[in-house]
Antibody, heavy 123, light 108 residues
Framework: QVQLQESGPGLVRPSQTLSLTCTVSSGSLTSGAHYWSWIRQLPGKGLEWIGRIYYSGTTYYNPSLQSRLTMSVDPSKNQFSLKLSSVTAADTAVYYC???????????????WGQGTLVTVSS | DIQMTQSPSSLSASVGDRVTITCRASHNIGKYLNWYQQKPGKAPKLLIYTASSLQSGVPSRFSGRGSGTDFTLTINSLQPEDFATYYCQQSYSTPLFSFGPGTNVDIK
């Protein structure tokens, strides 16, 4: 079954760029049947969808983060990545990567998730 | 933006109870509503998609209903492993998704 694994620094300094990578295994990122999303969870809080990318590189970002966000994909490594610039303490969260599947058009749901990685923004 | 609310925010129940959680959308979202279960320190797990379709491998004691703005997740005969936080998520405004604030189900 599909597995996703986040990797990246657990500590980022304020005003710097947060960079994470998600590696997909036991499944191809380039199958074309799915999108690939990033979702975060602030400490003790709910879930916030960050953005998604298709294997072709097409992206859609949450407007609340769009000005600071860049997502990319490396099909040869079966990986996709997230960069969030100018971070502050408010960006401290557990970051998840997830597969987005569409059982029918517009009906996007997240059926496989990484285990999550805590990123702390602190000096 | 479509806002999602859930009620109650938390509830206490006993093993064997029937539990119902409500999710409400600020706009008509048809049946574009999914439910997740999250346990402490773990990633959310998809339970129900398109309001009432059971995800593969999810026990049949979980069921979902609703359309438009009002939705429910029901757990029949609550089991010890069901104590968790439950989130709804709308995909009507895809590709912009949003989640409800969560409902924590704990042991009475």
């Amino acid at each position: 079954q599909v597995q996703l694994q986040e990797s990246g620094p657990g500590l980022v300094r304020p005003s710097q760029t947060l960079s994470l990578t998600c590696t997909v295994s036991s499944g191809s990122l380039t199958s074309g049947a799915h999108y690939w999303s990033w979702i975060r969870q602030l400490p003790g809080k709910g879930l916030e969808w960050i953005g998604r990318i298709y294997y072709s590189g097409t992206t859609y970002y949450n407007p609340s983060l769009q000005s600071r966000l860049t997502m990319s994909v490396d099909p040869s490594k079966n990986q996709f990545s997230l960069k969030l610039s100018s971070v502050t303490a408010a960006d401290t969260a557990v970051y998840y990567c997830a597969r987005t599947f569409y059982p029918k058009p517009a009906a996007g749901a997240f059926d496989y998730w990484g285990q999550g990685t805590l990123v702390t923004v602190s000096s | 933006d479509i806002q999602m609310t859930q009620s109650p925010s938390s509830l206490s129940a006993s093993v064997g109870d029937r539990v119902t959680i409500t999710c409400r959308a600020s706009h008509n979202i048809g049946k574009y509503l999914n439910w997740y279960q999250q346990k402490p320190g773990k990633a959310p797990k998809l339970l129900i998609y398109t309001a009432s379709s059971l995800q593969s491998g999810v026990p049949s004691r979980f069921s979902g209903r609703g359309s438009g703005t009002d939705f429910t997740l029901t757990i029949n005969s609550l089991q010890p492993e069901d104590f968790a936080t439950y989130y709804c998520q709308q995909s009507y405004s895809t590709p912009l998704f949003s989640f409800g604030p969560g409902t924590n189900v704990d042991i009475k």
